[in-house]
C-alpha cells in the first residue's frame, strides 16, 4: 500500500478545488473566458465530433462544446468536481446531457481505445501532468 508525502497530498487537495467560480468571476475570469472564446474559433464546427475534455473540472467547457454539437468525454484525476458536473447537468437539456460522458481518469493513462476521438482538449491540465510524455503519447494513441 503506497501512501502520499505531504507535497502529494497537498497537491490533491489543490485539485479538489473547483474552478467554476474563477471561470465566472467579472474580473478574473476574462482572460479564460477570452481564451475559450479563441479555442472555439479554433476548433470551427464541432457538430457531431467525439471530444475528449482532459481535466474537465467543473464543466464550463464541457458544456460548451456539447451546446456547440460536440459528442464529449470529459475527465478528471479528482471524483468530487466529476459528481459536481454529473449534478449540473442535471439542469441542462436531455440533448445536452446526452452528448457528454463523464468519468475519473488520469491524463497519463487514458483508458480509450485507439482513434476514439477526432480532438483531445487539455486547457490549463498540462501544467498539472506529472507523466507529461505519458500523456502526449496516449493522447496521441486516442
Known sequence: MSTLTDKQAARLE???EPMDDYYRHPLIGIP???RVKKIFQELGNLKGKKLLDVGC???YI???LAIKGALVTGIDLIKEP?????N???SQPKKIQQRIKLQVAAAAKLPFRAKTFDIILAT???EHI???NDFIAGAYRV
Open 14 to 16: 489543490f485539485l479538489k
Open 32 to 34: 479564460s473566458r477570452l
Open 57 to 59: 473540472e467543473a464543466g
Open 62 to 64: 464541457t458544456i460548451q
Open 82 to 86: 466529476i459528481e459536481s458536473l454529473q
Open 88 to 90: 449540473t447537468l442535471k
Open 124 to 126: 490549463e491540465v498540462i
Open 130 to 132: 506529472t507523466k507529461l
